[in-house]
């Protein structure tokens, strides 16, 4: 048995990822926020058996200990760290900013998966994959970046994909693999409302981050591999 575990499974690409990974014969520990998102429960319902729900708000260091010694499974083969937020996409540099919302998006998309990962990583070193996906997005880079603004958001995905590479540098070391992956754009409701201009489904995006990451020999480099969700190479 393989053991994951997904962040930000209330909806959109996170529960697409939990369902897909349970096909795939993973046991999964899906993370959910707010209480009142039941599409998981349908899910955990209709495989009692491989999908535990867990209470995460990855925002704060005590939701995140507490799931972490909540984890049901003895060891941990794939981490993937979905659970994002956008802020404001109108942020430019003549203003206004909303440096409380910004350091809100960064807390969330850089030091949230930071916090997950460290939580866990002891259960990682268990596992026989030792494999860690964060959810970056080609807003995080650097090189490519064509952007005038959205700071916090961009901002916070840079960082994201630094946590990465940190990350790997221990990893890598222990067999393990780093994944920063892309997901496309995609109609979810991380915008408060579903994204209609978005052609990709979560099912779509949730099938070729797994097809890129489980399916696909990757050699372990000196960095982890910045991809979308078809296997394309991003620039850092």
Not at 4 to 23: K, P, R, Y
Not at 68 to 93: C, R, S, W
Not at 165 to 189: C, D, K, S
Request: hydrophobic fraction near 40%; charge should be negative; aromatic fraction near 8%.
């Amino acid at each position: 048995m393989k053991y994951a575990l997904v962040t930000g499974c209330d909806h959109g690409v996170g529960l697409a990822l939990a369902e897909q990974l349970v096909g795939r014969g993973y046991a999964v520990a899906a993370c959910r926020l707010d209480e009142n998102e039941k599409q998981i429960d349908a899910l955990a319902e209709k495989y009692p058996s491989s999908v535990t729900i867990l209470s995460l708000n990855i925002a704060s260091d005590v939701s995140v200990k507490d799931a972490a010694a909540a984890f049901p499974f003895p060891a941990l083969d794939l981490l993937i760290n979905n659970a994002g937020i956008l802020g404001h996409m109108e942020d430019g540099p003549d203003g206004p900013l909303d440096f409380d919302l910004m350091q809100r998006v960064m807390n969330v998309n850089a030091f949230g998966a930071l916090r997950v990962t460290t939580a866990f990583l002891p259960l990682l070193r268990k596992g026989t994959e030792k494999t860690v996906v964060n959810i970056s997005s080609e807003a995080g880079s650097i090189q490519d970046c064509e952007r005038v603004g959205w700071f916090g958001y961009c901002m916070s995905k840079a960082a994201n994909n630094m946590h990465g590479a940190l990350l790997h540098n221990t990893l890598r070391q222990e067999g393990g693999h780093v994944f920063q992956i892309h997901p496309g754009h995609v109609a979810t409701y991380m915008r408060g409302h579903l994204d209609t201009t978005a052609r990709i489904t979560p099912e779509v995006s949730a099938a070729g981050i797994l097809k890129t990451v489980l399916d696909t020999w990757h050699p372990v480099l000196e960095r982890p591999l910045y991809l979308d969700y078809q296997g394309k190479e991003l620039p850092w």
